[in-house]
């Protein structure tokens, strides 16, 4: 499993979360091993950055197929999902932050954003989930 961190208050209020670490994956040098990003100027495999995500997103405890991202950007497009929309379909938008909809309970979606230079913000409504 990919080295994660959790916020224990988030996970107090409900809301699963984890910061993926760099540890616990299957990169190879120079990403040391758990690069999640999947771009060509990267230049890591895709096999092993697609291994790398089922990983994060099984720490989450949701499948790969419903871990939410858009290719960010910097930018002022927000993008909102039901959780129902396919993930390649997502993932291909630039935006620079998703929405997800409220959900039924019994639904295990997660939304990933990934960060080099900006800071994540993560707001979420205790009432609807």
Do not use: K, W
């Amino acid at each position: 499993m990919l080295d994660v961190v959790r916020s224990e208050l988030l996970s107090q209020y409900g809301f699963p979360n984890a910061v993926s670490l760099r540890t616990g994956g299957v990169s190879g040098p120079p990403f040391d091993t758990g690069n999640l990003v999947l771009a060509s100027s990267v230049g890591d495999r895709v096999d092993a950055v697609n291994e790398n995500r089922s990983r994060f997103a099984a720490a989450l405890g949701v499948s790969l197929a419903r871990l939410y991202e858009v290719s960010q950007v910097h930018g002022v497009q927000v993008v909102t999902i039901q959780g129902t929309e396919p993930v390649q379909s997502v993932r291909v938008v630039e935006a620079d932050a998703l929405v997800l909809a409220p959900l039924p309970r019994s639904e295990a979606v997660a939304v990933g954003v990934r960060v080099a230079d900006c800071m994540p913000i993560l707001v979420a409504d205790r009432a609807s989930g």
